[in-house]
Nanobody, 120 residues
Framework: QVQVVESGGGLVQAGGSLRLSCAAS????????IGWYRQAPGNERELVAE???????IYADSVKGRVTISRDNARNTLYLQMDSLKPEDTAVYYC??????????????WGQGTQVTVSS
């Protein structure tokens, strides 16, 4: 099992910055991909960024150049540095850890989410 807990959300003005954190616990050694998703009211949950154990990253086009995902393996913590925030970045941000169970199965673990609100 893996548990993830997000923190760092809040209210910020457009153009400002926030850093989100996701603390993972449990069988963290088995996590192979961990990332951030967001969901705005009335919208589907969407990928923001994710990072694999080999350090490779994926970013949504809407945040490229403004967002940086990083992980501190010693602290079992994932970060999302968000700069030049826009009102359209307003959403609940979720951390998701994907754990490999065997060669054919993975399991996803979600946090409770943290609210990010960007005022214009």
């Amino acid at each position: 099992q893996v548990q993830v807990v997000e923190s760092g959300g809040g209210l910020v003005q457009a153009g400002g910055s926030l850093r989100l954190s996701c603390a993972a616990s449990g069988s963290t050694f088995s996590i192979n991909v961990i990332g951030w998703y967001r969901q705005a009211p009335g919208n589907e949950r969407e990928l923001v960024a994710e990072i694999s154990t080999d350090g490779s990253t994926i970013y949504a086009d809407s945040v490229k150049g403004r967002v940086t995902i990083s992980r501190d393996n010693a602290r079992n913590t994932l970060y999302l540095q968000m700069d030049s925030l826009k009102p359209e970045d307003t959403a609940v941000y979720y951390c998701k850890a994907r754990r490999r169970i065997n060669a054919f199965r993975t399991s996803d673990y979600w946090g409770q989410g943290t609210q990010v609100t960007v005022s214009s």
